[in-house]
């Protein structure tokens, strides 16, 4: 089993639509979880930190369930440039264990 | 702030040849990462300096990988001899502390190709 798990996808969206990932993880001892977004061809960038239950920043919500080892990411009101790779990771004691990623593409 | 910066973007090579990669972290950034994409797969954890020290070096696949960062600052990732399942992303990585809550900033990777 890996240690961190997304569906692949490929989500596609129109515009304005609301979209959720989810990622699971193994590890019960895990603290702190992350969502990074990466463009093609472009190197991984930090989108949120999730530490306590849940964390808010504009359009983006992510939410963590440690009881059911659960991490989630929504999007509200897509935009064409959130069109990406969401890449959930967890911080194991320093080096970070990635997901395979989720494909979302936003179309008009 | 200049961010994290790899060299080269891409390199190209036959199989038996040496490679190495240069990785110049966040200026004041004690610690630095190394981490690799294969085609298909998610990205992996090579190793972990702090400063000059290898704090965590699970992730190297193997004795043909040297990572060095000599006076902690940049860093340099040696494959020696590539084979032709070392191809991928090669990412670094840099943070200023290491805790649950600390980000690690990415630089632009570079691509390897083993022919």
């Known amino acids: 089993r890996k240690e961190v798990e997304q569906d692949p996808g490929p989500f596609n969206v129109p515009e304005g639509a609301t979209v959720a990932f989810n990622c699971t993880y193994s590890?019960?001892?895990?603290?702190?979880f992350f969502w990074y977004r990466q463009d093609c061809r472009k190197e991984p960038k930090l989108l949120m930190s999730?530490?306590?239950s849940g964390n808010e920043d504009g359009r983006f919500t992510a939410q963590l369930n440690r009881a059911s080892q659960y991490i989630s990411l929504l999007i509200r009101d897509s935009k064409l440039s959130d069109s990406a790779t969401y890449l959930c990771?967890?911080?194991?004691?320093?080096?970070?264990?990635f997901g395979t990623g989720t494909r979302l593409q936003v179309f008009p | 702030e200049a961010g994290v910066t790899q060299f080269p973007s891409h390199s190209v090579i036959e199989k038996g040849q040496t490679v190495t990669l240069r990785c110049d972290p966040i200026?004041?950034?004690?610690?630095l990462y190394w981490y690799r994409r294969v085609m298909g797969k998610e990205i992996k954890f090579l190793l972990h300096?702090?400063?000059?020290?290898?704090?965590?070096e699970s992730g190297m696949p193997n004795n043909r990988f040297l990572a060095e960062r000599t006076g902690g600052t940049y860093s340099t990732l040696k494959v020696q001899p590539a084979e032709l399942e070392d191809s991928g992303v090669y990412f670094c990585?840099?943070?200023?502390?290491?805790?649950?809550?600390?980000?690690?900033?990415f630089g632009p990777g570079t691509r390897l190709t083993v022919l």
């Open positions: 990585a840099s943070s200023q502390d290491v805790g649950f809550t600390d980000t690690q900033y």
């Open positions: 590890n019960s001892a895990s603290q702190s």
């Open positions: 999730v530490y306590s």
């Open positions: 990771v967890v911080n194991g004691y320093g080096k970070l264990i």
């Open positions: 200026s004041g950034h004690d610690n």
């Open positions: 300096f702090v400063k000059e020290s290898k704090q965590d």
